[in-house]
């Protein structure tokens, strides 16, 4: 039977709940076009397999265990600059957990593989892109290997050779029959799944969005019971390619707002701010930036509006972006500096 993985980790979505009955705790979901409705914790946000191995679920356990103790914390309004280490690294573990983060992974993939691709096989490139293809392959280890222990007198032989066949007019062709088959395999969806796991299990893996982090400076603000709802977006991000809420895909983080409970609210900012988060604000965003739901500690006319927000700020790739993205190739491949190779 596969688990039930939470992408919403329990330990958040208790802090908005309306019941508690014993261990069980009981919040009000508010999901896309669906009626309101009220559900144990340990169904909501959640799905069997989500992260497509169970293993990682000790992972999570063990890494929740940990967050819970600096979340009940948080919520009572504690926020000491010793704890930015921990706070950097529960957020940015949040961040990338959710199925939100998934789905915009799996839609720039897509979009890179559908648009980006395209490009680099449009024949007026062709030059370029076959130019750039002989100086990666000559950076190649085995390239490199054989070049260095072949006799001197015959390495410019071998290294003409090899760029005379590369940059020959009928390789623009075969790159097409080897690339456009190679794009209809690619499973971009199962692809964003193996990615968000890696990163969920490997510290390495994290510390690059920790490291965004490192700027942010974090309080708590506090407001009356059953002021915040939480969105399935989780935290919400401002970054600074361009300034706008709930993309978490461009540039780093200039502002933060994470609902812990119906009345906490963490705080991130590059600055101390001095202006107190509108709690309406917080709620509208989270709503709109989220895919599919959201809950909350009550159920008022109030969340029924926030309901007919839900999705409307969702981060899918607009056609602005997927022509910044065409352009971006084209002027790489038309840039002589440069290297499909990783440094």
């Known amino acids: 039977m596969p688990v039930n993985s939470h992408y919403l980790p329990q330990l958040l979505l208790k802090g908005f709940s309306f019941r508690q009955r014993g261990e069980e705790f009981y919040v009000h979901v508010y999901r896309k076009g669906c009626l309101p409705f009220s559900s144990n914790t340990k169904g909501v946000g959640a799905e069997g397999n989500f992260y497509g191995n169970e293993d990682i679920e000790y992972t999570l356990s063990d890494t929740e265990t940990q967050f819970a103790v600096?979340?009940?914390?948080?919520?009572e309004g504690h926020c000491e600059s010793s704890c930015k280490p921990l706070i950097d690294r529960f957020v940015a573990h949040s961040l990338i957990r959710t199925r939100a983060f998934r789905d915009g992974v799996h839609v720039i993939g897509?979009?890179?593989?559908?648009?980006?691709?395209?490009?680099?096989?449009n024949p007026e490139y062709t030059p370029q892109l076959l130019a750039?293809?002989?100086?990666?392959?000559?950076?190649?280890?085995?390239?490199?290997?054989?070049?260095?222990?072949?006799?001197?007198?015959?390495?410019?032989?071998?290294?003409?050779?090899?760029?005379?066949m590369f940059l020959h007019p009928y390789m623009h062709e075969k790159l097409r029959q080897m690339i456009l088959p190679a794009l209809d395999a690619i499973d971009t969806a199962a692809s964003a799944q193996s990615a968000q796991r890696q990163v969920l299990k490997s510290d390495q893996h994290l510390e690059k969005r920790i490291r965004d982090l490192r700027e942010i400076v974090w309080t708590v603000e506090t407001y009356e019971a059953h002021s915040l709802i939480l969105g399935d977006i989780g935290?919400?991000?401002?970054?600074?390619?361009?300034?706008?809420?709930?993309?978490?895909?461009?540039?780093?983080?200039?502002?933060?707002?994470?609902?812990?409970?119906?009345?906490?609210?963490?705080?991130?900012?590059?600055?101390?701010?001095?202006?107190?988060?509108?709690?309406e604000e917080v709620n509208t965003l989270s709503a709109e930036n989220s895919l599919e739901f959201f809950v909350a500690s009550q159920r008022t006319h109030r969340e029924d509006e926030y309901q007919r927000r839900i999705g409307s700020r969702v981060?899918?790739?607009?056609?602005?972006?997927?022509?910044?993205?065409?352009?971006t190739v084209r002027e790489y491949l038309t840039t002589p500096e440069g290297t499909l190779m990783e440094e």
């Open 70 to 75: 600096l979340t009940r914390h948080l919520r």
């Open 110 to 121: 897509a979009t890179v593989l559908s648009e980006g691709f395209q490009e680099f096989l």
């Open 132 to 164: 750039k293809l002989v100086e990666d392959a000559m950076l190649e280890p085995d390239v490199r290997n054989l070049l260095t222990t072949a006799p001197a007198e015959v390495r410019p032989l071998i290294e003409g050779t090899m760029r005379k």
């Open 235 to 279: 935290p919400l991000v401002r970054g600074n390619e361009p300034s706008e809420w709930g993309r978490i895909f461009h540039g780093i983080p200039q502002v933060i707002w994470f609902p812990l409970s119906d009345r906490s609210l963490l705080v991130g900012e590059t600055s101390i701010g001095t202006t107190r988060p509108d709690y």
């Open 315 to 327: 981060d899918r790739i607009t056609l602005e972006q997927q022509s910044e993205l065409k352009r």
